[in-house]
């Protein structure tokens, strides 16, 4: 995905209003493939610089930012397949731009700047952009950041999504994605992030909710 005109919006809301915000999908939005009636797990490893440039920037509102993740879903183990993505930001608007990969993969290409021997399900073009951004900032990892995820998209129209966040852990140690067990909450339980993703103005009734 390389679009640039999707608006994402995060909101912290408590039990109650995720509740009713819930309660006011019914018929508005469906669960996608993974969520089915319960959440599931997104797991990531954010980079930066050494001096933490990247976070220093973003937030500092500028016109243009970056920033580079892995990020893997369900329980992961050394085996699994995972996502490599740059993440873009313009005056608001976001680009994703993201590879498929092994883990194994994708230390190597972030610790020794080398692409990995091709495969089916890499995407070349996107690898190489990845590349270049390792080399222009020397990128390490910097911040695990695992949570359970539900999603829901507007009823015959895909460019609504909604997100529900809980159980947020997040650690500057230990940067291994299959890890899941250690680390910091975020916010407590009784709190989720809510985001608004979308490729157009929102609907009368989300606007209303």
Known sequence: MSTFNRLENKYVINQQQYEMIKSAFQ?????????????????NIYYDTEDNMLIKKSVSKPVFKEK??????????Q??????????????????RRTQLS??????????????DLKP???????????????????KPA??????REAFYENNNSDLRITFDHDIITRRYDFDITKRDEGTPMIDN????????????LPMWLTEV
């Open 143 to 148: 911040l695990f950041l695992s949570y359970e």
């Open 79 to 96: 085996d699994s397949m995972v996502f490599l993505e740059i993440k873009m930001k313009i005056e608001g608007s976001t680009g994703k």
């Open 121 to 139: 399900y890499h995407h070349l073009q996107v690898l190489k952009e990845i590349l270049y951004l390792i080399k222009k900032y020397p990128l």
């Open 103 to 116: 883990i194994d993969d994708a230390e190597m290409l972030i610790k020794y700047q080398q692409l990995p």
């Open 190 to 201: 009784t709190h989720y992030i809510m985001e608004i993703k979308t490729n157009h103005n």
């Open 27 to 43: 018929n508005h939005m469906i669960p996608d493939q993974f969520t089915d009636g319960h959440s599931y797990l997104v797991s």
């Open 68 to 77: 580079l993740r892995l990020r893997g879903y369900g329980k992961l183990n």
